[in-house]
């Protein structure tokens, strides 16, 4: 087979995590394509976790969709996932025998597993490591004889990962796999599948990076040249900081652990001020609380990168499970009238390129800047092509010449609504930067025409950015009659579900808006032009893609909202079935006029 | 450079008689004694009538949100060490609203210097009582008189650990800009709260005319500036007895912030990469 995907859920210290991280890094050795979701309860230890690792000979978009190997190391912490690790009749389902079987079977949401097993794993790691802890690795040994996982690049992986700790302990888990992998070959599954290789014979593996989207982001700011990172711990963006805590160092930056969120975005801002490029990192509850900051660098006009990996809302809502609920709250969240643009990644690999448009939108308006990722992304690690950060365009704050020195000022009304930036040090750039309305040196004004005339100014600036070619991107059959929309993780089932339903004979295209706001009205009424139905897919209650569209963009009829609240994925069959609805649909409402259009 | 090259052309908002006149033209002559250039400035102030200081200077200035001077004041100088960076506000910005950014700047010491315009009122919103609002002080916010003790802005900052304490007041202008010029100097964290009464809005018996009166300069009464007991000791008085000049003033004062970052960069730095190659953190080998 082409493609795997595997969940496994156990207590926290069970390995969970690290078991999935192994595979991954074995899979991209191996030079396959991957996903790997990690998801957790609320606790700070023990408490359940959980990933879901895809695998393909293809690339993937998205690690959603029923399992095809599910593991349960226990019951309780299994069920507790529920629609996140769904179990469906192709599923093999693999329990540690030291549980029994039925009451977890009995439990289960979804349709019967295809083939239940119950391998000893716990006991073959008292056996050999004489507790538990090797339980995970135990696992890994079943997985790579079962399903010919690859197992001397998930050997390396464990040398490597146990390369730090004693050579006791790296024995140890060599022979939990062992012995993992020696109890599957004597007790073969009755639908064991083995996963086609990655590359031919002799072929080496195609060059890849292996990072997860909050860590892609961080080395994103780097390579775009930001020197300044302001910020507070909030789950889930702190890795963020993490990341930029070891490394920004190294290229003569700073990273400042704020005393809160204000702090960190306003130290963010002051360091624009003195010419720098500047970033704030957040979620949910910190995101509010950042507002006002994002108040001041709108009308002061300092470029800022603002990220809000959002979570399960509102106030501490569910901090570790993903959502696309502070859509409203990037877009809206502004006293006076501002427009902020508002950026969305759809993973891991399009991550680095968001995040530097993000800091190249942000010093060429002068603008803050809302890179609206998600828990989805920032934690998924991804395996993805290798990215040439000397191919981008780096974009930097026009700053004044020397001639525009001599009469300079600094927030001089211009053709494009975009003033030359002075910085402290330039002599002759002298002004005063205000959260106060100004006029165009910079000196308090209370007027009502300048005031008129400069939010006119602030708000025209971006409006190439609505005819941007990079706002959104396309996928399938432009001329369909059927459209689906999605952004940020929710895009990559959409595009898996685009695929399923062209299997199922479905002409549909998928639109992803990379710039959620402003609205780029045009490239939705290209998309719109041929769409007769239609779904906009997102992970919010209120639908809030859905809504804002509306507010700026003629949505057809036959286009509506399939959202729902994060901790409940879509999965790509079921937004391919309904794709396949919408189809009958149009099909029986088909006049005969439009008939050698469609056809 | 004289003070007249850091006056700007603004014509200020504040009342006549206001304290904060003082304060401006004290900066102008402490910037004139320090001789650096306009440009090399960077002053960061809050909201109120004091936070208006910045644009009647002809420095680069920030007049920014409630509050926020500091963290903002800290970005500039963490990213800008090369920058003379001043932070001024109210006491309400340094002690209410922005109130939790003081300690964490003085842990810090980055070498800003703090200069709240403590007048006791909050003015610009007419006349509400302010943190340094004295207990049982009738205002538009409290009818009836407070309920509430007002902060201590010296033995706060003091407890805090700050390295550079002061107090002046604009009825001792050259007195309040050598204070000033001192703070500016002292390489570190420096805080100087001016007794910089509201005209409109404070009280009456706590005006200009009074303070020339009763001002008492910590030099004369033989006080230790070394030693930080000492310094809290008379600190207890404040809002009873107005001593001017340096209360505490660290012998020892330690690496600044942006000193100890410069160090981070050597170390870090003989590990560096290039921006472009940020990613081979990520390479699969």
Redesign the interface.
């Known amino acids: 087979m082409r493609e795997l995907t595997i969940g496994m859920a156990g207590a926290g210290g069970d390995g969970v995590v690290s078991a999935g991280e192994s595979l991954i890094?074995a899979a991209?050795?191996e030079g396959y394509h991957a996903i790997l979701t990690k998801s957790f309860g609320p606790q700070i230890r023990g408490g359940e976790s959980s990933f879901r690792l895809r695998i393909s000979t293809a690339p993937v978009y998205t690690p959603a969709g029923m399992l095809d190997v599910a593991i349960a190391l226990n019951w309780d912490d299994f069920l507790r996932f529920g629609a996140e690790l769904p179990v469906g009749g192709q599923t093999i389902l693999i329990y540690d025998a030291q549980h029994a079987a039925g009451p977890g079977v009995s439990q289960l949401a979804g349709m019967t597993p295809g083939e239940i097993v119950g391998a000893p794993i716990a006991a073959l790691a008292r056996e050999i490591a004489g507790h538990d802890g090797a339980k995970n690795t135990v696992v890994l040994g079943l997985l790579a004889e079962w399903f010919g996982f690859i197992p001397d690049p998930l050997l390396a992986g464990l040398r490597k990962r146990f390369a730090k700790k004693s050579q006791e302990v790296l024995e140890r888990n060599e022979r939990a796999f062992d012995a993992g992998r020696r109890y599957a070959e004597q007790h073969p599954i009755a639908s064991a599948r083995r996963l086609a290789p990655a590359r031919l014979p002799g072929e080496s593996?195609r060059?890849?990076?292996?990072?997860d989207g909050n860590?892609?982001c961080a080395?994103a700011a780097?390579?775009a040249?930001c020197?300044?990172f302001?910020g507070y711990p909030i789950t889930p963006s702190t890795e963020i900081m993490h990341f930029l805590g070891r490394?920004m160092?190294?290229?003569?930056g700073?990273v400042?652990q704020?005393?809160?969120e204000?702090?960190?975005a306003?130290?963010?801002?002051?360091?624009?001020?003195?010419?720098?490029k500047?970033m704030t990192a957040t979620s949910g509850p910190g995101m509010s609380l950042k507002t006002?900051?994002l108040?001041?660098a709108s009308i002061?006009e300092l470029p800022l990168v603002c990220v809000n990996v959002q979570r399960g809302g509102p106030s501490t809502g569910m901090p570790t499970k993903s959502e696309q609920s502070d859509l409203f709250q990037a877009v809206f969240s502004a006293h006076g009238d501002v427009v902020r643009p508002v950026l969305a990644p759809t993973g891991v690999a399009d991550m680095?390129a968001t995040t530097v448009e993000a800091f190249n939108i942000a010093e060429q308006y002068q603008t803050p800047v809302i890179l609206l990722s998600d828990g989805e992304i920032g934690l998924r690690k991804e395996?993805v092509d290798?990215?040439?950060?000397?191919a981008f365009t780096i974009a930097d704050r026009r700053r004044p010449s020397p001639r525009e020195l001599e009469s300079y000022a600094r927030y001089a009304f211009t053709e494009s609504g975009i003033s030359p930036i002075s910085?402290?040090?330039?002599?002759?750039?002298?002004?005063?930067?205000?959260?106060?309305e100004h006029n165009e040196h910079?000196?308090?004004s209370s007027g009502g025409a300048n005031h008129a005339r400069m939010n006119e100014k602030r708000i025209r600036k971006l409006d190439p950015l609505t005819r941007w070619r990079g706002a959104a991107t396309v996928v399938g059959d432009p001329d369909a009659p059927i459209g689906l929309i999605a952004w940020g993780s929710v895009a990559g089932i959409a595009r898996d579900a685009l695929q399923r339903a062209d299997a199922l004979g479905v002409h549909a295209k998928l639109l992803v808006p990379i710039l959620l706001y402003p609205v780029a009205q045009p490239a939705y009424d290209d998309f719109f032009a041929s769409i007769r139905a239609g779904l906009i897919v997102e992970q919010s209650s209120q639908g809030q893609l859905y809504r804002l569209l509306r507010m700026f963009v003629t949505i057809p009829s036959g286009v509506t909202s399939f959202a729902r609240s994060g901790a409940n994925p879509f999965t790509p069959a079921e937004i391919a079935e309904r794709l396949a609805g919408l189809a009958q649909q149009l099909q029986r409402s088909r006049v005969p006029e439009l008939q050698v259009a469609v056809d | 450079m004289q003070a007249k090259d850091y006056k700007s052309e603004l014509k200020p908002i504040w009342c006549p008689g206001c304290g904060d006149y003082g304060v401006v033209q004290a900066i102008y002559r402490a910037f004139a004694n320090i001789g650096r250039a306009p440009h090399e400035i960077a002053f960061v102030s809050g909201i109120g009538c004091s936070s208006r200081i910045p644009g009647y200077t002809t420095t680069y200035g920030f007049n920014t949100v409630h509050g926020r001077a500091l963290p903002i004041a800290q970005g500039i100088k963490l990213s800008r060490p090369d920058l003379l960076v001043l932070a001024a506000g109210g006491d309400g910005d340094g002690f209410s609203i922005g109130g939790g950014h003081v300690p964490h700047a003085i842990r810090r010491n980055p070498d800003i210097t703090y200069i709240v315009m403590d007048n006791h009122i909050y003015g610009l919103t007419k006349g509400q009582l302010s943190p340094t609002s004295p207990r049982g002080l009738a205002t538009a916010s409290s009818v009836y008189g407070s309920l509430e003790d007002p902060v201590n802005p010296l033995l706060y900052v003091l407890a805090y650990g700050a390295r550079f304490v002061a107090q002046g007041t604009p009825a001792d202008m050259p007195g309040l800009a050598s204070i000033i010029e001192e703070a500016i100097r002292f390489p570190g964290f420096a805080f100087v709260n001016v007794q910089s009464p509201c005209v409109t809005y404070g009280q009456p018996e706590a005006q200009l005319k009074q303070h020339k009166a009763e001002m008492r300069a910590l030099t004369s009464c033989g006080h230790d500036s070394s030693n930080r007991l000492a310094a809290m000791e008379l600190a207890q008085d404040y809002g009873k007895v107005l001593y001017t000049g340096v209360f505490y003033r660290d012998p020892d004062p330690g690496p600044t912030f942006e000193q100890a970052v410069a160090e981070r960069h050597v170390a870090q730095r003989a590990s560096a990469d290039q921006r472009t190659r940020v990613l081979d953190l990520f390479a699969v080998a």
């Not at chain 1, 160092?249 to 003569?252: A, I, R, S």
């Not at chain 1, 360091?271 to 720098?276: E, I, Y």
């Not at chain 1, 290798?386 to 000397?390: K, Q």
């Open positions: 890094t991209a050795l593996a060059p890849t990076l292996l990072a860590e892609m080395a780097i390579a040249g020197t300044f302001g490394e160092w190294k290229h003569g700073v400042l704020a005393e809160d204000i702090a960190g306003g130290a963010a801002v002051g360091a624009s001020f003195a010419g720098k500047a006002e900051m108040g001041l002061a680095f395996v290798r990215i040439d950060p000397a910085e402290p040090g330039m002599a002759g750039g002298n002004y005063l930067a205000a959260g106060i910079g000196a308090p």
